[in-house]
Each structure stands twice: as C-alpha cells, then as structure tokens.
C-alpha cells in the first residue's frame, strides 16, 4: 500500500503560514451514512483552523495500491463537517480537476459547485452536498471557499498526515503538511473505486439489544458491494471478547462460540444491511463490563481488503457518576472569561460538579503555577479560554451558544456512567504544617481490560476558592488550581477492586495561597485515562476537615537542619541553562542532583562533593544520553549527605521549548 487512508491528528496554535487555528473537541464525529467514502482524516473534530478563504482536498486514488495499477473513484456527492458554532456567511463547495498538483478553479472548468447559505448550513455536523451526476477521475480536488475568521467561522481538522489537505494563500495551495502540521481536513467523498475486480466493503458494525448485565446483543453489519458483478461464497467472522475471556463470548443459540456468518449472493454496486435480531445473540456476563469487537469479511476473489475489517470496544457501566469535572483555561481581566464563569455558575449544581481553574499565563500573579501551566499542555490547549466537561469535551473561547453546549456536554457526562463504585478519603496534619492524605477508590463489579487499567492515573491536586480578588467579577467564588500533589497509576486495579495508598505535602511551604489563609483550601482528586483524558471519578476534601494528629514521614525527607533551595530561572526556556542552587547550615560531604520528568522517570543525574555548606548545579534540559527533554514540570530532588546521612529536598520547575 502506497498510502494510509485515515488519519489521526493533534492540535496547537500557530502563524505559519498565514493559516491558524485552535484546539477542538477531539470527539469522533463519524458520519451515519451507509455508503462508501473516501477520506484521509481520521473522523475527530480536533482543530478549528482559520485564516485563509479558501481550503480543499487533494484525492489522488491511483496512488493507493501498489498492485492496482489504473484506480478511479465514482464520485456522487462530498460530506464537509462544519464546527458546532454558528456563522453569517455562506461556504461554496467546489469538485475540481487536478492541474500540475493544484486545483483547476475557474468557474468554466469546475466539474461541480454548490452554495450552501449560513441557513442551511448544519454546523456541528456533517453536511452532505449530492453532485447533479456522477464524476469519475483518478485525482480529484474537493474545494470548500469559505471566509473563516478567528471567531465564529472555522475549518475542522484531524489530526494525522497532512499531505493531502490545502489552503489557499495569495493565489496558490499550500500543503498543510509543508507548513509543519499534521492536519487532514473534514471533507470525505460518497461513492466508489472503479477498477477490474471485486472489491466488497464492510461499510459498518453495530450492536442493538439491552446493554445490561445478563442481556442479549446482537450485531447489525451494513455490507456494499462495489463490484460490477454479483459475488458469491463471501463470509464474516465475529468475535466478542471481555476482559476474562480468551476467546467468543456465548454465542446464545447453542452455547458455543460464534459460527462462521455465511452471506446471500451480493449483487453487484448494492448495499446491504444484515440484521440478525434473532438468530445471532450473545449473551453479556452478569455483571458489569467492558468489551471488544472484530469483525472480518472474507471473499477468496476480493482484491481489495482494506475495507473489510472493523474493531472497536463498547462498555456496560451500571455505576453512576456522583461528580463531573469541570476545567477551565482562563484568563483575568478577561471578559469572554468573565462570561464563562457567570454561565457556569447559573448552569453547574455545585452538588454534583466540581470546577477547576487553571491560570497558565504568565502574567497572571499570582494566580499562575507551573502546574496550571502543566494541565493546560496536557489537553493541548494553546489559547484562552478553554473549558473542558469531564476530559474530553471541549469548548473554545466562548460564543452564544456555549450555555446550550456546556448543558449538553454536562448531561453526556453522567449518562457514560462510570465504573467506580465508592470512595473514601481523610487527611491528617501536624503543628509543621505536614499534611498525610489518605484515599481508597473501589471498582466493586466491573471487568476492565488491563490496557485500559494502564492508561488510568489518578491525580491529586490543591484548589483555593478565590472570592473578590482583582481581575474576578464579583460575588464569584473562583476554585483555582494551586498545585498538584501527585499522580499516582491506577496499577492496583490490575489485582485487586481497590486503590489505596497516602500521598504527603506541606501546606506551608509546598505552594503559596493567594488569600493567605488554607482556609480556603481544598483537596480534590481525580482518576482519568490519560490516552482518552475522560475522567471516571471526582472527589473533594476541605483544609477545614483535615483531622490533627502525627503524620508519618520518613526520616529522610524531615528537614532537620535549615536549607535553601532555589531554581532560576523558572520557568526556564531549552536555550537557557537552568541554576539549582542549594545551601544547608551544616558541611555537606556529597550532593546529588537527580531530575525526574512529570511521570516518575529519572531524567538526569549530576554528582557534586562540595565539602560546605553551598552548591550549584548547572542543567542544560538534556538527559542522561544528551537528548533534549520535552517542555513540561520536572521534579528537581537533592540529596546531601552529612556527617555520613542523607537528606532529600524537592523542588518542581517548568522547561519551556
């Protein structure tokens, strides 16, 4: 195969090239149609481009198959995915011949146009745009004229390749991957592959029935043949897996694994949808699941086979969600963040949400931390304002129409369920200001796969309920994010129905409040899958209930003999070199500097024998083996030893690239 078809893509912010863009949603918008179609995206609305009038892309078919050496492709009709915000102006849609690797856009040699007004544009979804006949070509340009802006008009993106998606910038199309961006538009083509031979397609597998514990499912597969000529002797194989099972699941008929699905003669260019209600149910566990699908169309006289498998997983959740997480990027003396909270705060029940604020620009003191600089990064966040529901619902910048879309994300919340069943936390200090915080998270029913465990962190972090300060509107109370403790994997959910463990931190000297007082303070945690960002659960602990009492911490990490650590600069930019300068009032022997990465990993180590009460240390942002690092919180860790005792000190700093 020459080239992959779909594509995977990521977001950021940038100039280049004239065009630029913010990060999206990041949900799947697959279209529901039963038909064939050609894409190079991967069916994610994940950025929002803007900056050009003009934007298409490029099909080329001959260049999919090695072995196929003549490919054309019957178009009928283009599906173009509008973000969910709505604009004034209208788009144009244009089908165009390939001339010397661009577009062939006069108006007499458009092989097809069509103007959508703002009207009937459906944004937030795909818009399906039927040519008058069918057009046939082995390259063909997809154009959409559209005046996008920074405000209400955008383009949606994929992340992944990048090689076939266009914009326009003074009268010529510019590659997106040429300007650095792995970025394939959402426009997709209705029809067929026109070749010698037999291509069938397994368009779509879906499951109907009631997803409960002991329930019967059954699947509904959609199957087109592309071919010219009728096709017989084809079949498809099925398979139903849950996290204990190394192979089918009962097949309900008689008990044993799936057959063999023998299909009827599939006539040539028709389209097929098998529903087998009753003769092809599965039966779910008694309890509480998550699950994965394959399924593969097999024909001895297939010559195209890319189409015909599908995998994908479905989960039955029986646990409800007591809390949703609200996050929110944002900005003071900012007035689109101004409206933003006053909404949340007519919408949210406070009983069941919990927000977050992350301040992640540097210039606004004091509510800025490295890391609400750190969570920003995590979603790809790379402008102001930002909400995300959850995880993975997001809303950029606010428009009229972000009450009605943070209502809906906040509803799709609790109605995905969750797998938790209950919690429990309590926290302890001392006359110091030590704080042991203790949590134990249950999954008393559900089955997960262990490649989901894995991707599952908690996180635990401090917010400070700000009220009345400069650059908030008033009699808003303002959760905002100070620090984070710890993340903590999920690993314990790999042998047991429990998570447990204590994590320590000093609320005097770990993070600085911003109303002077811990008061205010609060504990929240929350675990998430860090490869899908959905959380499954959130909770909180008020300062104002930490019980008194003897914090165990080891000796080492009791700073008996006075200390001063410092790191500047901090942030520190990849170009400069960050200073770690630490003194103790005793003689140190040895000091090791060991700096880890946001994950747990050892980085860097450097070795020092000072022999007194001072030493420097020098980091370029560079590992063990003189590779630069990547942007983010590192954990700086100093251990000194005196008169023949090691103590540790830690301090977090921010490497910016």
Not at 330 to 339: E, K
Not at 620 to 634: A, E, H, L, R
Request: net charge negative; aromatic share 14%.
């Amino acid at each position: 195969m020459k080239r992959n078809i779909f594509l995977i893509i990521i977001l950021t912010f940038s100039l280049l090239g004239a065009v630029e863009h913010y990060n999206a949603t990041g949900r799947n918008v697959s279209p529901s149609v039963r038909d064939t179609l050609f894409y190079y995206h991967n069916n994610t609305d994940d950025q929002y481009w803007f900056g050009s009038e003009s934007w298409a892309v490029k099909f080329e078919f001959n260049e999919l198959f090695e072995d196929i050496d003549s490919l054309a492709f019957e178009a009928e009709g283009a599906n173009i995915f509008l973000p969910g915000i709505t604009g004034s102006d209208p788009i144009t849609i244009k089908l165009c011949e390939d001339r010397s690797g661009q577009p062939l856009t006069h108006q007499d040699s458009l092989l097809f146009t069509s103007t959508l007004q703002a009207s009937e544009i459906q944004y937030q979804n795909w818009n399906y745009i039927p040519f008058s006949n069918a057009i046939t070509d082995t390259t063909l340009w997809l154009v959409v004229d559209y005046p996008t802006n920074s405000t209400d008009q955008f383009i949606s993106a994929s992340v992944i390749g990048g090689m076939q998606s266009y914009f326009l910038n003074n009268g010529y199309y510019n590659n997106m991957f040429g300007i650095s961006y792995d970025s394939e538009f959402l426009f997709s083509l209705n029809g067929r592959l026109l070749f010698e031979g037999i291509d069938l397609d397994l368009v779509s597998i879906d499951w109907e029935g009631v997803f409960l514990p002991g329930s019967l499912i059954y699947p509904k597969f959609t199957i087109k043949n592309n071919s010219d000529i009728s096709v017989s002797d084809s079949y498809i194989s099925l398979t139903l897996n849950d996290p204990n099972s190394s192979y089918e699941l009962l097949y309900a008929s008689d008990s044993t694994s799936c057959p063999q699905i023998d299909l009827p003669v599939l006539n040539a260019n028709e389209i097929y949808t098998f529903d087998f209600t009753d003769s092809l149910m599965f039966i779910l566990p008694d309890r509480a699941s998550q699950y994965q699908f394959a399924a593969e169309l097999f024909c001895e006289v297939d010559s195209l086979t890319f189409n015909n498998s599908k995998e994908d997983e479905f989960q039955v959740y029986t646990e409800q969600l007591n809390k949703v997480l609200i996050e929110n990027a944002i900005l003071l003396n900012d007035s689109n963040s101004n409206s933003i909270w006053l909404d949340q705060s007519s919408i949210l029940d406070t009983s069941n949400c919990i927000t977050v604020n992350y301040f992640a620009n540097f210039v606004d003191e004091p509510f800025f931390n490295n890391d609400s600089y750190a969570r920003y990064h995590y979603y790809d966040l790379m402008g102001f304002p930002a909400t995300i529901v959850n995880g993975y619902n997001k809303l950029l910048g606010y428009t009229t129409n972000y009450s009605s879309q943070l209502s809906e994300f906040y509803a799709e919340a609790f109605s995905n369920g969750t797998f938790i069943s209950s919690d429990t936390c309590y926290a302890f200090f001392n006359e110091v200001g030590d704080v042991g915080f203790y949590y134990e998270i249950e999954n008393s029913q559900t089955q997960l796969f262990n490649s989901f465990i894995n991707d599952l962190s908690l996180k635990i972090g401090i917010i400070e309920n700000v009220l009345n300060e400069p650059g908030i509107p008033l009699d808003i109370t303002l959760p905002v994010f100070t620090y984070l403790v710890a993340e903590v994997e999920a690993s314990q959910f790999l042998s047991s129905s429990i998570i447990s463990d204590s994590v320590l931190f000093n609320m005097n000297d770990d993070y600085t409040t911003i109303t002077n007082t811990s008061d205010n303070c609060e504990v929240v945690f929350w675990l998430q899958n860090d490869e899908t960002k959905e959380i499954f659960h959130v909770n909180k602990l008020p300062f104002t209930e930490f019980q008194p009492g003897l914090v165990s911490l080891d000796e080492d990490e009791i700073p008996i003999i006075s200390q001063s650590l410092n790191i500047f600069p901090n942030p520190c930019r990849s170009n400069e070199l960050m200073n770690i300068a630490f003194s103790i009032s005793n003689t140190m022997q040895s000091a090791e500097l060991k700096i880890y990465n946001i994950k747990g990993q050892l980085v860097k180590t450097i070795i020092q024998e000072p022999d007194s009460q001072n030493v420097s240390f020098i980091w370029n942002g560079k590992n063990d083996v003189n590779k630069q690092v990547s942007s983010g919180i590192y954990l700086m860790q100093i251990n000194a030893k005196v008169n023949g005792k090691e103590y540790k000190y830690h301090k977090k700093s921010l490497l910016i690239r």
